[in-house]
């Protein structure tokens, strides 16, 4: 049996997917069942929350492998989860964490990231850790934008990454809580393709037939509320206005072929991504 957590989040989707394909027993740890009406059949609902050490000792019964997607910036979730994994016996980990986390120095939006893959590894339970770069669907970030006829916030300019679909990482995922040769082991993740903001928008706007128009930002800070019109924490708002500033830094983009090798064929294009999540966009 397996847990997934933030199993209704875009990769967390992608991941009940392959399994339920798989013919994989699974079950999900949510805290709203509402959010989880639309999951593949199979995945077997518990309702409870990262902060509660008896709901994941319940949801952990039974369980031999957990997939640990943890949302904020702090550690006491993971802190949590692996204690109550080594007490239900669980034989495997598999972490999603961020690239950033390979950094050294390591940035602050990697801090976090780098603290929880150390609980992780500390507490003795077989773990992989998967660090996938930027994702294709921080795309849907420009949805309501592109349906109010505004332009696109380009935060980061000449800047260079390669998305990687949230599927793909999935897949990985998939694999490392199903076969025996993936621990201990860390993965980094990327796309194929170095694009820029701008050169995403020109596709997207192809796949969508009509014009995107795009516009950079006059600062950091605008790129903040474009993206957090509530606000943002501070610890979460200052990593990524530094991230921001080294993606404009980047005109190159860091690339892997760890896709390719773990799952036998090339990443999925940002174009295949844009197709396949048209709706999204109308």
Partial sequence: MILLTGATGNIGRELTRELATAGVEYRILVRDPARARDLPAPARRYVGDLDDPAALAGALDGVTALFLLVPGVGIDHTRHAVKSAQQAGVRRIVLLSSFHAAGDPVPPMGRWHREREELVLAGGIPATIVRPGGLMSNALEWAPAIRAGEPILDPTGPGRFAPVDPADIAAVAA?????????????????????????????????LGRTLEIRGTSTPEEAIRARFPNGAPPALAAAILESFTQMRSDTVGLRTDTVTALLGRPPRTFAQWCAAHRDAFA
């Fill in 175 to 207: 694999r490392a809580l199903t076969e025996p040769n993936h621990r201990p082991a860390t993965y980094a993740l990327t796309g194929a393709e170095s694009l820029t903001c701008a050169e995403q928008v020109a596709i997207l706007s192809r796949i």
